[in-house]
Each structure stands twice: as C-alpha cells, then as structure tokens.
C-alpha cells in the first residue's frame, strides 16, 4: 500500500521530583511524568502511531519497561530508533498530528521548540507537524493534575 495511517496514544502520572519532557523539550513545571523512561507522552504517542501504520506492535513491545537498557531513556532515542524502523520497511513520513491533554503547564511557548526537535528526528518540515493541547477544564485526573495523555495520528507513505 502506497499510503499508511497509524494512531497513538499515550499516558503518564505525574509527579513531583521529576522532570516534565514533553516532545523532546524539558518543561519547567513542579511535577513530572513518571515512567520507566523519560515518560516523555507525546514522543510516545508519535512512537506508537508510525508503529501501528505499519502493524509493527507498540512501543511496549519493542522497549519493554522490563529491559534495564531502556531505564531513564531519552524518548527522542525510542522516536529514533521507530522513525529508523519504518524507514527499513520503506516508508517517511508525510505528516503528523497531535493533541496534547494536560491542566498544567501551558505548553504554548515550547509547541516550535518541539516541533523542530521531531522534525529532525523523522527527517519532516516543522510545517508538517502538529502540536495542539487542550486542557480538561479541572474534569478528571488530568484535570487534578495527576497525569497528561497525550493522542497522534501519522500519515506515512513509501519513499
């Protein structure tokens, strides 16, 4: 097939004595995403979508938070190692789409910041990346301030 469409979605407690990594770009804020990694949410959502284009598994899968190799890990070395994956089966990317769900911080000033950082990784325009975020409007434990998820889409295409 010429043309692929993968969704993911990911989700991460937060907590205080962690740092917040959101799309590559570490956010000032007084709590961070727990996880074994970085517990970045969007790079993992981005993971997870250009793996299910491809019908590839997940991100659990291919670095389980059972291997020691992948504790602490920067997601932007996970996104590297997807995005060279799907290049393997002949595939780039076309575009991405993301929404963000977080109370707080506001991510606003950082959205140019991370869409440089992805788009570096899988070799696309920051033009073709979206970062979008929305809060809960206080509803939830995204709302109370106890976790963010974060949603992508991605279209990919063989080279």
């Not at 989700?11 to 996880?35: C, M, N, S, Y």
């Not at 769900?101 to 506001?106: E, N, S, V």
């Not at 000033?109 to 950082?117: A, E, F, K, R, T």
Request: glycine residues 8%; aromatic residues 6%; contains cysteine.
């Amino acid at each position: 097939m010429a043309y692929r469409i993968g969704s993911g979605v990911d989700f991460h407690q937060l907590a205080e004595g962690r740092d917040l990594w959101i799309g590559g770009v570490k956010i000032p804020h007084t709590k961070g995403a727990l996880g074994h990694s970085d517990a970045d949410v969007l790079l993992h959502a981005v993971c997870d979508a250009m793996l299910g284009a491809l019908a590839l598994g997940d991100i659990g899968f291919h670095f389980p938070d059972t291997d020691k190799a992948y504790k602490n890990i920067d997601s932007k070395i996970l996104l590297k190692k997807c995005f060279d994956l799907i290049d393997s089966k002949g595939y780039k990317v076309i575009n991405i789409d993301s929404t963000l769900c977080l109370q707080a911080p506001k991510i606003k000033p950082y959205i140019s910041q991370i869409q440089q950082v992805i788009a570096e990784i899988v070799n696309i325009s920051v033009d073709d990346i979206s970062v979008k975020a929305t809060t809960t409007e206080h509803l939830g434990f995204i709302g109370r301030e106890e976790g963010l998820k974060a949603y992508a889409t991605v279209l990919l295409s063989l080279k």
